[in-house]
């Protein structure tokens, strides 16, 4: 379909364009016709007092491993879209420039079905991330990069592990304060209530010999990273409790073992707790940031824009 200003009421944010070269776009890079997507927010594509739209360079995504690099958050300026007949794309936020809505252009294919609704909020958060991911201070990445490559490298694999990593929607982190070394921090596991318990719903004569799988005289300190994972998820839909302290553990031992032998004089402390999102409050959102790992952080994205 050929676009002209009046057809612009018609597109969303997510849509891919086929555009004619430009000034901008040949300056970027970008010859003779190219793909873009609509990063501006529909409500602001389809106002005819808006003359322009910020787009984007995007591309065919070349194989599934490549869209699943991008959408595990390992180049954070790529933003992974797919569109409504399930082909793959990835857009070029670093090259990101406004097209006028006289430009020539055709409409090429639709990532969101709906204005609203889940693929709608998926896109805008991925979008937002692209451009609003926060500078942590340059102290605090190398603490956190071994949990952030185990986790981006187990995310959707067939493993313990991953299996668990696949039930958590967002990880979190909050500081002391952020300005100076010295920093205190803790992370926030995020879990769907379904998966997790609060604690005043615990069994309170509950004991460790309970845990459905435990071995005869093993006991919580014998647990590492791969144990508890098998643990958690043998335990997860039979019992709460068991799952509630399951699920501690899996956070304390991904402190002891990815993040606190990585302390620095930036960061002197950190402890990692695993929350369901129920008990997750607004104030502790506003308080916090996204430590950035987009395949954990879709879900909980649009959960927590449909709760708000």
Excluded: H
Excluded at 8 to 30: M, V, Y
Excluded at 211 to 233: H, N, P, Q, T, Y
Excluded at 279 to 286: A, D, N, S, V, Y
């Amino acid at each position: 379909m050929s676009l002209d200003r009046t057809s612009f009421s018609l597109l969303r944010q997510g849509d891919i364009l086929r555009l004619k070269a430009s000034p901008t776009s040949e300056a970027l890079g970008l010859q003779d016709e190219c793909y873009v997507v609509l990063l501006s927010q529909t409500c602001d594509v389809v106002q005819p007092s808006k003359s322009y739209c910020l787009v984007a360079p995007v591309e065919r995504s070349k194989n599934g491993s490549e869209f699943q690099s991008v959408r595990k958050g390992r180049n954070p300026l790529r933003i992974p879209l797919e569109d409504t007949d399930g082909r793959q794309w990835i857009a070029d936020a670093e090259r990101a420039f406004s097209i006028s809505k006289n430009d020539a252009a055709c409409f090429v294919a639709r990532c969101a079905s709906q204005d609203q609704g889940e693929n709608a909020q998926m896109i805008r958060s991925r979008i937002v991330r692209a451009f609003g991911r926060f500078p942590f201070p340059d102290g605090v990445p190398p603490v956190f990069q071994k949990l952030r490559n185990r986790l981006q490298s187990k995310a959707g694999t067939g493993g313990n592990l991953g299996k668990v990593i696949d039930l958590v929607s967002d990880v979190r982190v909050e500081a002391d304060q952020w300005e100076n070394p010295g920093r205190r921090l803790r992370l926030y596991l995020i879990v769907p209530s379904e998966r997790l318990i609060s604690a005043e719903y615990a069994d309170p004569t509950w004991s460790w010999e309970r845990v459905i799988g435990r071995k005869f005289a093993e006991s919580e300190v014998d647990l590492g990273l791969d144990r508890v994972c098998e643990l958690l998820l043998a335990n997860l839909d039979k019992d709460p409790t068991s799952s509630l302290n399951l699920w501690r553990a899996f956070g304390l031992i991904l402190n002891q073992q990815l993040i606190k032998p990585f302390l620095n004089d930036e960061v002197i402390a950190a402890d990692v707790r695993v929350v369901s999102d129920e008990e997750f409050t607004f104030r502790q959102f506003i308080r916090t940031e996204s430590l950035d790992l987009e395949a954990l952080s879709d879900n909980f994205m649009s959960t927590f824009e449909e709760s708000k």
